[in-house]
Each structure stands twice: as C-alpha cells, then as structure tokens.
C-alpha cells in the first residue's frame, strides 16, 4: 500500500468507526428517553393534571426526544414504512396537492395533527444546596405550553418560533428528589409561522414536523449562573504568528440579592479572571480582551484549518464563577484558533478566507431526515461520506443541525454555510407583523450564540432566495453585532442588491436539471463555473437499483410511472422527463429499470465531476459552488451525491474523482488537460500523461508533460488534439506522477465525435436549466465486447483495511466497473469508503482499489457495463 493511499485511510478512520466527543456535555441531564405523546384531541385532563404524578397515561405513545409528533408515530408502528412506495401520500392529513409547499397551506381540518399533541416524561431532580434548576429546550416547532409539576412555567405566546432556544428557572417548581412531570403541549405551525418548510425538495409531514425537534435538558447552578461563553479569534496579518483572544460570557443574578461575583478563564495553561457586581436580577456581560489580559495573544498558535489544507487543532475554554467565595457555575467550550472573513474580488465575486489564505468551497446542501431524527451514528457517517469525497463545505438552508453534527464538522474540517430557509413565511415581510419581527430577531440571536464558537462555521444567510426588507435587515444585523457575530454575513444566497451593506458577490442561478458536461464550462450567464453559486445541480440523481427496490414497490420498478414522480420533487421538479430524454439521446433508450439505474450512474459522474472540475479549474474566478443537494429528507430520485440508504452511485464518485486535492483533469471546452493543486503547497517535478484511445481499444494519441504545481494553483498544461481515426465514441486516460513514480491522480472521459451544443434558456419557463440542442452520442458504449475481468481482494492488517485488485487481461476495455462489498449473507454492506469506483481498465491495465467498511466484508462483487458480475472471496490477510 502506497504511502497516500495509507494517509487517506488513516484520515477518515476514527470517523468510520467511533467518533469522539458524543457524549452528553458534563452538567447537563438530558431528559431523551421515557417520553410519551398523545393528542390533546384525545385528552380530557388540562396541563395542571397531565404534569402531575397523579395522571397516568393510557394508550399514549413510546417517544423520545428529540423528535416530531409523526416521527414517533412511525418509530411506534403506527403506520407503514412512510418512505416506502406510496404511503407517506396514504398518511392522514396528506390530502394537500403532490408538489405543492405544505408550508404555506393550512393543516387539513380533519387531520389528526391540526390539534396540540402532548409530550410528557418524569424525571428526577436533585439541585445542590441552595442551588438552582434550569429547563431548557433547544428547539419546539411551533409553539408550546410548557408545565412542571402543575405549574405553567410558560405559556404559547412566550414560547413560539421553531428556531428559537428557551431556559426556564423551574426551582419553585421541582421536588427534590422526588418524582418530577414535565409536559409540554405543542403546536403546529400556521402559514403565517416563521417554521420549516421542505420546500420543493420532498413531501412535507403531515404534521409539519412539529414536536419537540431538538435536545431538552436540565442543568443546575448557584445564584449566578453563567452563560453564552464565547471566544472570537484576530490573527495579525500573515504570516499569522499571533493570534489575540477575546473572551466573552454573560453572569446572571438569579438570586434575590446583590451578587459579588469572580469569573475565572483557562485555556490549556492560560489563565485570567475578572470579579464583577451584580444586582439582584441583573444580567452582566464580561469581556477579557488581549489589551487588559496580555496572556490571551498567543504566539505561534496552532491555528484550525480546513480539511486537506491543515490540521483542524481545536482548545478548551474553561470557565468557572465563584459567588460570595463559593462556585455558582461552570462551563467547557471547545473552540478553534481561526479567522473566517470573506471580500469581494475583482470581478465581484465573493471570496471566503480562512486565516487570510482563499479558500475554494465545494459542497452540498445539507437535508436532515423529513421527520427530524437525528442519529449520532448516522451523522458520523454521512461526514464521513462527506470528507471522503473531497469535498470542505456544507449548506443548511434553515434546520441548522445540532452541536453534536457540528462538532463532527469541527473535528472534519468541513465548513458550514447557515442561514434560514426559502419560499416560506421567513421571506413574507410584507406580511409580517411585529410579532414576527421579534421572533426572527431573537431566533437569529438563539442560532449564532449557539454555533458562533463552532469554527466550522464561516458565515450566516440572513436572507435566503431574496434578501429581506430593510426592517429584518436593520434588525438581523443589530443581532450579528450584539453577538460578536465572528464571521461574514450576508443578506441573501442570490446576487439580488440588498437594503444596506455591501453586495452579496453570490449568485444563486441554478440550474436544478439536467445540463451535460460542456455546460459548466461555456455557460457564463446562468450557472456556469464562474463566481460562487451558492445552489446548483445537474438534475436527478436516480439510485442504484438496489436502493429503488427498496423504495420502490416491484410492480411499479418499471415503467416510470407516478410512483417515482412521487419521489422526485416538487414544481417543475416533479418529473423525470428531461433527464430521460437526455439519456435516451445520449446512451439509448433503456430496454428495463437495471438498464435505466446503470445509464443513470454514468450520466451523474460525468455530470457532477464536470460541474466540479470546471469550478476547480476556473478558481478563484469561481469562488465556490454548492451542489444541490448533498444528500436526502427521504429516498429520492433527485438532487443528492449520495441516496438516504447511504449507497453511493454515480455522482458521489465523480464528485470525489474531481475534488481529489492534487487532480488532473480534462476541459470540455477547449480540450485542455489542467491540474489543479488544492494544497497549500507547491509540487515541483510532476509528470502529466494523456492518451486518447479509439472504442476499440487502440490508441491515438499520448503525450507526457512535466510541470510544476504551484499552491491552491489551476494550470493548464497541454492541449489534446482531434486525431484523424477516432471513432465516434472514444476515451481519454490522464495520470499525474510525482518524480517518485507515485500516482496522485487518475481520470478516464468517454467523448464523442458529436458535440454536445446548449440553446437559450427560455424567460420564466426554463429558469431551472439550459435546454441542450444536440446531444453527444455515445450509443455505442452498449456495444462494446465483453471484457474479461479478474477480480480478487485481500483483508489488511493492522488498518482493518480490504485491497481489491481489479486486472483487465483482454483486448476490450473493461469499462465502468462498480463495486460493492458484501456480507456473508449476500447483501453489500454500507457505508463503506472507497478509494476509487465505476472503475475503467483499459487492456493490460491493472488496478489496486481500497475499501474501508464496518463489519469487514467477506466478498467484493464486481460488475461493469460490460463485464459480468462476480463474487471474488477476501483472502488471507497481509500484514
């Protein structure tokens, strides 16, 4: 094993297979089990009784929290699997019109969730001496009334916004030691709420998500409680050699008296503290600059990088505050040393900066599942997923994740872009009412106290489609500065002129549908590889055909019909029709669903690595791009990198070939052949090869070039020629070596003699895509020979790792080769990370792949486009 191939498997292990930091923050008691949920139209009692040990609970359901009301249905059997085939559409209260945003409807008025549903649970607390009990909720969708122990500690007009963080002083309330009720009786959002919306992207619930969506837990203190520590990082100008801290956090007189109080600091063997008086009641906050506390500007810091470009070094500020000479409260928080700015370049376009230096974003939007459960298992995976395919950044577009995901991207180097959702009431400002102002000013304020630390994240979309009118504006930006906002913002994910500050230098142009590989390259109006386009696709993303079976009801595999439609989107996305028709004309027409899944996955690499490379290669007169979307809410035929079963396809793997960080590639424009060098290093003494081979195998053309790669660099290095001879569907082969003979990069394109041409969009009805005007052909790709292809595998010790060695002995190329690793019992095992996949050998060509999969595998399954499938059995193991 090659020392590069050694070092990525290192880098993605500990996510593979146990992530540190999960567990429960120290002081916190999180109340997640031992919940139960009814409908208040099923109840008779009142909130004064069903939070009393007196009520006893009959047919209420199981439930855990976090959670939504529909959720739990699910979890508790009460409906049939809502992901599979039709029956989400056969859910009560799904009677809205397929595709439409249910967001901006009313809830069915027989609908079994358009009443308040009950949460309830029993606890135990146990506060110190004297000491106090706080309840806090980190999330509630839509408004809530909240008792204790028969006592309203708040009612639905204090508790409303999904987005919005509550604490609540329950001490009067609690019994020592005893029994404890909560019950919280929540309702679900209206149209004209500030909720979450799934947009167009897949169905929404019928209870629209409401619940208890995020964490609930108690946490205890003395009189004076501390809160919201933070810690905002200011390097020098480069190189950075000192990194000055400011600390902030809040001291809070919970008592009824006036307070002496002395706040104390460390990080690592840093120390400084700071006493201050409080008022009965009063809320303080205290702020140790790098001026009053010289120890806070450190030298040399070990700063936090993105992934691939350095290490992601994290600290612990460790805060303590002592009350009249005894501790009232402490807290951890785990930050890293890092400055996230952003400025406008030349030309306009938005360039965001870690620690000075440009940075290329290339990601995904974020979907959590539809009903909102979260899994810290899953979410391991998925970053894991997200990390393995090169890629540093993730998009929320409303339904900021949680502490623990954001955790994982700190400890990933994964960059979060967050900001609040479209196509809702969150941009009707016209409609708003005070009230709404309110409750988006104070969400804003709850979201960037909570993640400001992380240093993932990198900037807030204010606004999301349009930026909002000056009145939000004024407000979110009063918010950003009362909260040491530390990074960029801005008003909008579009290139649309905000109210006040300076233009976003973003666009948000699509497309969302299909357009072929050229398109990224020759289009500069729309969606074409210049700026940053803050959401874009090349269209459906069809699963592999184990994952449609399981989606999918066997009777409706094949045709297409409204079953997978179903499964699309919403508006103009409800339908796979041009996707199809650009296969058909591409590939041919698929002769059944096996062959439709297998042109779907080479329709996705070619597309997602072409988007991808043209950003790559074009940097930094495109800034950024955000693939929409990374993943799914639910089992989807469009927009993801990667299916809600976690197969990866197509796209996922030409996603990772064209981020690979020190890359080779090929231009659909001009014929160049670029590398493209993604470290923050430069490599001297490379060599470039490039061939062209003929369908048949026989070659036309090859060429080696040496260079040199400057740092975070584009260059082009040679042109391919048109050679006479070339069959109408051809391949091109590039390799990049380093002066050592190691191989840092592979590519393989299958070409076409017919160029792919793009029309005009049309205004309004072709917003979403380019219609394509000739199409290349590569029909001849479904008769290529069959190749012969030998397959075996070995297990490796100590990395727990599987060699998969693929050999092509024939006089046809191999091409398109998937594989799967697989359990004793036949079926493939998932996740699993592959180095490389949808493999091409030319003949003679020989191939060592490595997997990386929990359990370990005991067969690898190969299959090409034009190889057979085989099982080859994991031999004995090499040390």
Same mark, same amino acid.
């Given at each position: 094993m090659n020392a590069r191939k050694h070092a990525c498997l290192v880098a993605v292990e500990f996510f593979l297979l146990a992530m540190p930091g999960l567990a429960a923050e120290p002081g916190k008691i999180m109340l997640t089990e031992a919940w139960e949920i009814q409908s208040s139209a099923k109840i008779k009692a009142r909130g004064e009784a069903i939070s009393?040990?007196?009520?006893?609970?009959?047919?209420?359901?199981?439930?855990?929290?976090?959670?939504?009301?529909?959720?739990?249905?699910?979890?508790?059997k009460v409906y049939p699997d809502p992901f599979f085939g039709t029956n989400l559409r056969s859910m009560p209260g799904m009677s809205y019109p397929v595709g439409a945003n249910f967001s901006l409807r009313k809830m069915p008025s027989d609908s079994p969730f358009h009443s308040s549903w009950w949460y309830r649970t029993e606890f135990k607390a146990l506060p110190p001496k004297d000491g106090l009990v706080w309840l806090n909720f980190e999330g509630i969708n839509y408004r809530a009334n909240v008792w204790?122990?028969?006592?309203?500690?708040?009612?639905?007009?204090?508790?409303?916004?999904?987005? +919005?963080?509550?604490?609540?002083?329950?001490?009067?309330?609690?019994?020592?030691?005893?029994?404890?009720?909560?019950?919280?009786?929540?309702?679900?959002p209206e149209p004209d709420n500030l909720g979450i919306t799934w947009v167009d992207w897949n169905p929404a619930p019928p209870d629209k998500d409401m619940g208890l969506w995020r964490e609930v837990y108690l946490t205890t203190s003395g009189p004076v409680a501390l809160r919201y520590p933070q810690v905002v990082t200011k390097l020098d100008a480069a190189p950075s050699d000192k990194a000055r801290l400011t600390v902030y956090a809040e001291l809070r007189n919970a008592g009824a008296k006036p307070a002496k109080a002395t706040l104390r600091g460390a990080i690592e063997d840093i120390e400084f503290e700071q006493s201050v008086e409080l008022a009965a009641g009063e809320s303080k906050q205290v702020t140790f600059t790098p001026e009053q506390f010289p120890q806070l500007a450190f030298s040399h810091p070990k700063l936090w990088w993105p992934t691939l470009i350095g290490p992601q070094t994290l600290y612990d500020l460790k805060l303590e505050v002592k009350a009249d000479g005894e501790i009232s409260?402490?807290?951890?928080?785990?930050?890293?040393?890092?400055?996230?700015?952003?400025?406008?370049?030349?030309?306009?376009?938005?360039?965001?900066?870690?620690?000075?230096?440009?940075?290329?974003?290339?990601?995904?939007?974020?979907?959590?599942?539809?009903?909102?459960?979260?899994?810290?298992?899953?979410?391991?995976?998925?970053?894991?997923?997200?990390?393995?395919?090169?890629?540093?950044?993730i998009r929320f577009e409303g339904k900021t994740e949680s502490d623990r995901f954001l955790n994982l991207c700190d400890q990933a180097g994964i960059m979060v872009i967050a900001g609040w959702c479209c196509c809702d009431f969150w941009e009707q400002w016209p409609k708003w009412k005070e009230a709404d102002y309110d409750i988006a000013a104070?969400?804003?304020?709850?979201?960037?106290?909570?993640?400001?630390?992380?240093?993932?994240?990198?900037?807030?979309?204010?606004?999301?489609?349009?930026?909002?009118?000056?009145?939000?504006?004024?407000?979110?930006?009063?918010?950003?500065?009362?909260?040491?906002?530390?990074?960029?913002?801005?008003?909008?994910?579009?290139?649309?002129?905000?109210?006040?500050?300076?233009?976003?230098?973003?666009?948000?142009?699509?497309?969302?549908?299909?357009?072929?590989?050229?398109?990224?390259?020759?289009?500069?109006?729309?969606?074409?590889?210049?700026?940053?386009?803050?959401?874009?696709?090349?269209?459906p993303a069809i699963p592999p055909i184990e994952s449609l079976?399981?989606?999918?009801?066997?009777?409706?595999?094949?045709?297409?019909?409204?079953?997978?439609?179903?499964?699309?989107?919403?508006?103009?996305?409800?339908?796979?029709?041009?996707?199809?028709?650009?296969?058909?004309?591409?590939?041919?027409?698929?002769?059944?669903?096996?062959?439709?899944?297998?042109?779907?996955?080479?329709?996705?690499?070619?597309?997602?690595?072409?988007?991808?490379?043209?950003?790559? +290669?074009?940097?930094?007169?495109?800034?950024?791009?955000?693939?929409?979307?990374?993943?799914?809410?639910?089992?989807?035929?469009?927009?993801?990198?990667?299916?809600?079963?976690?197969?990866?396809?197509?796209?996922?793997?030409?996603?990772?070939?064209?981020?690979?960080?020190?890359h080779i590639q090929y231009s659909y424009d001009d014929r160049s052949v670029v590398v493209v060098n993604g470290y923050y290093q430069e490599f001297k003494n490379l060599k470039a090869t490039a061939e062209i081979f003929n369908l048949d195998a026989s070659q036309k053309f090859s060429q080696q070039t040496n260079l040199d790669a400057g740092a975070n660099s584009s260059t082009r290095i040679l042109t391919l020629p048109v050679p006479d001879g070339l069959s109408p569907t051809y391949f091109v082969r590039l390799a990049l070596e380093d002066d050592k003979g190691q191989t840092w990069s592979r590519n393989f394109y299958w070409l076409s003699t017919q160029a792919e041409t793009l029309g005009e969009p049309k205004e309004n009805s072709d917003w979403y895509y380019t219609p394509t005007r000739q199409f290349a052909d590569f029909t001849a790709?479904?008769?290529?020979?069959?190749?012969?292809?030998?397959?075996?595998? +070995?297990?490796?010790?100590?990395?727990?790792?599987?060699?998969?060695?693929?050999?092509?002995?024939?006089?046809?190329?191999?091409?398109?080769? +998937?594989?799967?690793?697989?359990?004793?019992?036949?079926?493939?095992i998932l996740p699993a990370l592959w180095e490389d996949n949808y493999i091409?050998?030319?003949?003679?060509?020989?191939?060592?792949?490595?997997?990386?999969?929990?359990?370990?595998?005991?067969?690898?399954?190969?299959?090409?486009?034009?190889?057979?499938?085989?099982?080859?059995?994991?031999?004995?193991?090499?040390?």
């Open positions: 009393t040990t007196d009520f006893k609970p009959a047919d209420w359901h199981k439930a855990t929290v976090p959670s939504t009301v529909v959720g739990c249905l699910v979890e508790d204790v122990n028969g006592k309203l500690v708040a009612n639905d007009k204090q508790v409303a916004g999904s987005y +919005r963080a509550y604490e609540f002083n329950i001490t009067d309330a609690v019994h020592t030691g005893a029994t404890n009720v909560l019950a919280v009786e929540v309702f679900p409260d402490h807290d951890t928080i785990r930050f890293g040393m890092r400055e996230a700015t952003s400025e406008l370049n030349a030309q306009g376009y938005r360039v965001f900066k870690i620690n000075g230096q440009p940075v290329l974003l290339r990601g995904g939007g974020w979907a959590p599942d539809m009903f909102l459960r979260s899994s810290a298992t899953r979410e391991q995976q998925e970053i894991a997923y997200v990390q393995d395919m090169n890629l540093n950044a104070q969400s804003l304020r709850d979201q960037a106290r909570r993640i400001r630390n992380h240093p993932c994240v990198i900037t807030w979309w204010y606004g999301s489609d349009n930026p909002p009118n000056a009145k939000a504006e004024k407000n979110y930006l009063a918010v950003l500065k009362e909260v040491h906002w530390p990074n960029s913002a801005q008003s909008s994910a579009s290139g649309k002129p905000s109210k006040a500050g300076e233009p976003t230098g973003i666009r948000m142009t699509g497309p969302y549908e299909y357009v072929p590989p050229v398109y990224w390259y020759v289009d500069n109006k729309a969606g074409g590889a210049y700026s940053f386009n803050t959401e874009t696709s090349c269209g079976r399981q989606m999918l009801p066997a009777d409706h595999l094949w045709p297409i019909d409204d079953f997978w439609s179903y499964h699309a989107g919403g508006g103009p996305f409800k339908h796979l029709d041009i996707f199809t028709e650009a296969m058909t004309k591409r590939l041919g027409a698929a002769a059944n669903v096996e062959d439709y899944a297998r042109k779907a996955q080479l329709m996705a690499y070619d597309g997602e690595r072409a988007m991808f490379e043209a950003y790559g +290669r074009n940097k930094f007169n495109s800034t950024g791009v955000i693939q929409w979307m990374m993943n799914n809410a639910w089992p989807s035929m469009i927009w993801h990198l990667y299916d809600y079963y976690l197969r990866p396809g197509g796209g996922y793997f030409g996603a990772k070939k064209a981020c690979e960080p020190l790709l479904s008769n290529l020979p069959p190749a012969e292809l030998k397959v075996s595998a +070995r297990r490796v010790k100590p990395e727990q790792t599987t060699l998969v060695y693929l050999w092509n002995p024939g006089r046809t190329p191999a091409f398109f080769v +998937r594989l799967k690793v697989m359990h004793a019992e036949g079926e493939e091409s050998l030319m003949p003679g060509e020989k191939r060592e792949i490595s997997v990386r999969c929990a359990p370990q595998p005991r067969a690898v399954e190969a299959q090409g486009w034009n190889t057979a499938r085989q099982n080859a059995p994991i031999m004995g193991e090499i040390y």
